[in-house]
């Protein structure tokens, strides 16, 4: 039996990570000063700073064989670096000839003055870029430069590391403070994955079991030629599989902390979800049958209920909310369902009532415009236990609100709550046992992305729409067609149909934003339309006012609801068939999906014009033609998270989970499921990490400190 790393080994690993590299030969103030201000500051930071690029200096190109629009390296002497102007536009502009040729280097931008002292006429260069045929010589734009000193002594490297710029740091000292932290502490490192797992692995098992040769060939690599990229990569897998092993570990410890504490197994007898399915005009679909079995399941059993319910939006999640509170009034708990926003607590309340009309079910709702003597009436209605189910915002989880005993939290739309919120609404409790606990998100969440954000989730998808709905034709729309799409929803209305229209706030303050909602609405109902009935709905009004204009847009008695993107979740009105959105080019994806998602609902056809008001970054116009190509949710969100990256997709950076540092859960999803068979086959044999073997993985979890322990957590 191969030994795993002692705990000493370890704290002597933690040691070396945070020495300060100011400790570090050649390090002095000065450059310590400017290496902390890249993020630079211990022994740890410069290993997890892993180079760009390598530059295989065996391989440099002669200039005569530079091929046009390839990347490649070059060495020569530089023959001059100058501004000129080409028509009043400033140009710092050199020559690098090496005996079989020329190339042109070119910067539109930068510091001028700061490069030409930096690379004086005559010095000998290694220039990296891609290469251009222009007018008849070659150039490159932009190139990395460095000035090339003869190589030090046993120094006879040729596959040199090119680490992002630090300012003012020259790369050549870079590349030696580098050696030097990485050489101290590679044979320091331990690796966290157990030997007897490694086959379950498949990495590199040396690099599991010695880390630290994993960090030496990523950032000196020992291969070079055409072995180079896939040897760094063997590197890489290995470091990443650790890192993730470490994270879905961390997942899985605290789901089954959450788990193992004592649940509530309810026991619902249909008396009330029975004549609500009568009374409903339609029929479940087949998807919300099965996650309200899966539900079922989870409610049934003694365990704690951790669910995430992911369906797109118009997909019928808040039917599944409803039903699953039922189940915890019928066995005498209480549900909580929490949204994100006022508006659309109002509505769901709303919804309850209307669906529970006449059975003996007691709904509530509490938000934060709730008057003090109304709460104080619910408050005490549900420590009663007068309540079944309560309705509201995170007002709910305000310490003055108790109940007798909550059995199930809905959260809606969880993105937008922290973990925090999460907890503590499952923490109100008072009787015996944890509540279940069911998340819900209209956005759909790519696999590896809810494997890291959700880990700790049990998942069920909601993947087929209600029956009727037709996909909702999407127009991007210029200035010049504007008026079209007023005639356009002035032909709807006269066909007895409705109309949104959403336009972006841009104000600051909270004046202005009134200001410009009112405007565009009097602009809309005295200018644009006056023939028609025109609502307004922005965040700014109070939840009295914001309710009569959703009310009275729902029951139809205006045409045109002109809002802010307080509509944006949830809102329901069958009979709208317009969603018009202005200046669409500041929305972000999902937010366009959203808006989108609310029209569609009614059998008829539906269309969605987005207006482009102004400029439009690339982004924007990329983001533009997905929603014209596509319904699909899921597909948007894989967009979205390509374009915006997996941190702001979904918040992650709040989600309490550590930053990787290697890993890429956005492509390396297959080591990321690996990894996560890893963790539940060592918690298989160990659940409470309680084997001396074990005892390193103890305490990183323990410690929290996979920020630290996940640069070695590749073995
Ligand atoms: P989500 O919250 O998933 O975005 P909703 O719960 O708001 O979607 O549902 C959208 C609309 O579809 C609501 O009007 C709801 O009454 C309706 N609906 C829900 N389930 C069904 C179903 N099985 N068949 C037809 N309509 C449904
Ligand atoms: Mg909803």
């Known amino acids: 039996?191969?030994?795993?790393?002692?705990?000493?080994?370890?704290?002597?690993?933690?040691?070396?990570?945070?020495?300060?590299?100011?400790?570090?030969?050649?390090?002095?103030?000065?450059?310590?000063?400017?290496?902390?201000?890249?993020?630079?500051?211990?022994?740890?930071?410069?290993?997890?700073?892993?180079?760009?690029?390598?530059?295989?200096?065996?391989?440099?190109?002669?200039?005569?064989?530079?091929?046009?629009?390839?990347?490649?390296?070059?060495?020569?002497?530089?023959?001059?670096?100058?501004?000129?102007?080409?028509?009043?536009?400033?140009?710092?502009?050199?020559?690098?000839?090496?005996?079989?040729?020329?190339?042109?280097?070119?910067?539109?931008?930068?510091?001028?003055?700061?490069?030409?002292?930096?690379?004086?006429?005559?010095?000998?260069?290694?220039?990296?870029?891609?290469?251009?045929?222009?007018?008849?010589?070659?150039?490159?734009?932009?190139?990395?430069?460095?000035?090339?000193?003869?190589?030090?002594?046993?120094?006879?490297?040729?596959?040199?590391?090119?680490?992002?710029?630090?300012?003012?740091?020259?790369?050549?000292?870079?590349?030696?403070?580098?050696?030097?932290?990485?050489?101290?502490?590679?044979?320091?490192?331990?690796?966290?994955?157990?030997?007897?797992?490694?086959?379950?692995?498949?990495?590199?098992?040396?690099?599991?079991?010695?880390?630290?040769?994993?960090?030496?060939?990523?950032?000196?690599?020992?291969?070079?030629?055409?072995?180079?990229?896939?040897?760094?990569?063997?590197?890489?897998?290995?470091?990443?599989?650790?890192?993730?092993?470490?994270?879905?570990?961390?997942?899985?410890?605290?789901?089954?902390?959450?788990?193992?504490?004592?649940?509530?197994?309810?026991?619902?007898?249909?008396?009330?979800?029975?004549?609500?399915?009568?009374?409903?005009?339609?029929?479940?679909?087949?998807?919300?049958?099965?996650?309200?079995?899966?539900?079922?399941?989870?409610?049934?059993?003694?365990?704690?209920?951790?669910?995430?319910?992911?369906?797109?939006?118009?997909?019928?999640?808040?039917?599944?909310?409803?039903?699953?509170?039922?189940?915890?009034?019928?066995?005498?708990?209480?549900?909580?369902?929490?949204?994100?926003?006022?508006?659309?607590?109002?509505?769901?309340?709303r919804n309850f009532l209307r669906l529970l009309d006449g059975l003996p079910a007691r709904v509530e709702l509490l938000t934060g415009s709730t008057t003090q003597r109304e709460r104080d009436r619910i408050s005490g209605a549900l420590a009663l236990g007068e309540v079944e189910i309560i309705v509201g915002t995170h007002a709910l989880i305000q310490p003055d609100v108790s109940f007798k005993n909550l059995g199930l939290a809905v959260v809606d739309e969880q993105h937008r709550f922290g973990v925090m919120q999460r907890v503590a609404l499952a923490q109100k409790r008072r009787g015996k046992g944890v509540p279940d606990l069911l998340v819900m998100t209209a956005t759909p969440i790519p696999r590896t992305l809810s494997m890291t954000v959700y880990g700790d989730l049990d998942l069920s998808v909601i993947d087929e729409m209600p029956p009727g709905r037709a996909p909702v034709k999407t127009t991007v729309v210029g200035k010049a067609g504007y008026q079209k799409v007023c005639d356009f929803i002035r032909a709807e209305v006269k066909k007895g149909r409705q109309a949104y229209v959403v336009f972006p706030l841009v104000e600051e303050s909270e004046k202005s934003e009134l200001k410009a909602a009112v405007e565009t609405s009097r602009h809309f109902s005295e200018e644009v339309f006056p023939d028609l009935r025109v609502g307004l709905l922005h965040g700014r009004m109070n939840s009295a006012e914001k309710e009569a204009a959703l009310g009275a847009f729902s029951r139809g008695e205006t045409d045109i609801l002109v809002s802010t993107t307080v509509i944006e979740v949830g809102i329901d009105v069958k009979n709208a068939t317009v969603m018009a959105v202005e200046h669409a080019e500041r929305f972000g994806l999902s937010q366009l999906h959203q808006l989108r998602g609310r029209v569609g609902r009614g059998g008829g056809e539906s269309y969605c014009f987005l207006l482009v008001g102004g400029p439009v970054s690339g982004d924007a116009r990329e983001r533009l033609s997905i929603m014209a190509a596509t319904n699909d949710g899921f597909r948007i969100a894989e967009e979205d998270l390509k374009i915006r990256g997996p941190g702001d997709f979904l918040g992650t950076r709040q989600s309490g989970l550590p930053e990787l540092k290697i890993g890429n859960i956005l492509t390396d999803g297959v080591l990321l499921e690996r990894a996560r068979g890893v963790a539940a086959e060592l918690l298989k044999g160990d659940p409470a990490l309680e084997d001396p073997a074990n005892s390193v993985l103890r305490a990183i979890l323990r410690e929290g400190g996979l920020s630290r322990a996940s640069l070695v957590a590749s073995g």
């Open 1 to 349: 039996m191969e030994k795993t790393p002692s705990l000493d080994s370890y704290r002597k690993m933690q040691s070396v990570l945070g020495t300060p590299l100011a400790a570090l030969k050649g390090v002095g103030p000065k450059i310590a000063e400017k290496l902390s201000k890249k993020g630079l500051s211990t022994v740890g930071d410069a290993l997890a700073f892993l180079p760009i690029r390598h530059e295989d200096r065996s391989r440099l190109t002669p200039i005569k064989n530079l091929a046009e629009g390839q990347p490649a390296s070059f060495r020569g002497e530089l023959r001059r670096l100058e501004v000129r102007y080409y028509r009043r536009r400033r140009v710092l502009e050199g020559v690098v000839f090496d005996g079989t040729g020329a190339v042109t280097l070119k910067w539109f931008h930068g510091k001028f003055e700061w490069l030409v002292k930096k690379y004086p006429a005559g010095s000998s260069v290694v220039a990296y870029g891609v290469v251009n045929y222009f007018n008849g010589g070659r150039e490159v734009i932009h190139p990395d430069l460095e000035i090339e000193d003869a190589p030090a002594a046993g120094e006879m490297e040729s596959v040199v590391p090119v680490y992002s710029e630090v300012e003012g740091v020259h790369p050549k000292v870079l590349r030696k403070i580098m050696r030097q932290a990485v050489e101290g502490a590679s044979m320091h490192l331990v690796g966290v994955v157990p030997p007897a797992l490694y086959p379950l692995c498949g990495v590199d098992e040396g690099y599991l079991r010695y880390p630290g040769a994993a960090y030496r060939e990523l950032h000196f690599p020992s291969s070079q030629g055409e072995a180079l990229s896939e040897g760094i990569e063997r590197a890489r897998k290995a470091v990443a599989l650790g890192e993730f092993f470490l994270l879905e570990l961390t997942l899985l410890r605290r789901r089954s902390g959450e788990k193992s504490a004592e649940g509530i197994a309810f026991r619902p007898d249909f008396s009330l979800i029975r004549p609500l399915l009568k009374t409903l005009p339609f029929e479940l679909t087949g998807a919300q049958k099965r996650v309200l079995s899966e539900i079922r399941r989870d409610m049934e059993s003694a365990l704690p209920m951790l669910r995430l319910l992911q369906g797109d939006v118009g997909s019928g999640k808040t039917l599944v909310a409803l039903i699953a509170s039922l189940m915890a009034a019928e066995s005498g708990y209480q549900g909580a369902v929490m949204a994100p926003t006022e508006v659309l607590a109002e509505q769901h309340y």
